[in-house]
């Protein structure tokens, strides 16, 4: 069964950095691209990175140059550096198996000004 563990969220002032982890659990993780998603209050879940199992990743044009998704395989470890962070970037993040329907519980992100 795919279980998902988000951690690394907080608190952090505008312009700060965050590093997000996430260990994921039950799937053959090399052979699957990972997501982060975040939901900021009162919107729809977006997609915000993704990482293939050849390590060729995309982003949201909304943080492109701020955000890198990377993965350790040895660790089944998916992470989102998040740098020169924004009031906007505030919400809680998860992190999918793009090919599975579950989430794990999230962690979330508060980012002020």
């Known amino acids: 069964q795919l279980q998902l563990v988000e951690s690394g969220g907080g608190l952090v002032q505008a312009g700060g950095s965050l590093r997000l982890s996430c260990v994921a659990s039950?799937?053959?993780?090399?052979?699957?691209?990972m997501d982060w998603y975040r939901q900021a209050p009162g919107k729809q879940r977006e997609l915000v990175a993704t990482?293939?199992?050849?390590?060729?990743?995309d982003y949201a044009d909304s943080v492109k140059g701020r955000f890198t998704i990377s993965r350790d395989n040895a660790k089944n470890t998916v992470y989102l550096q998040m740098d020169s962070l924004k009031p906007e970037d505030t919400g809680v993040y998860y992190c999918?198996?793009?090919?599975?329907?579950?989430w794990g519980q999230g962690t979330q992100v508060t980012v002020y000004s």
């Open positions: 039950g799937i053959i993780f090399r052979l699957n691209a």
């Open positions: 990482i293939n199992w050849l390590h060729g990743t």
């Open positions: 999918k198996a793009s090919s599975f329907g579950s």
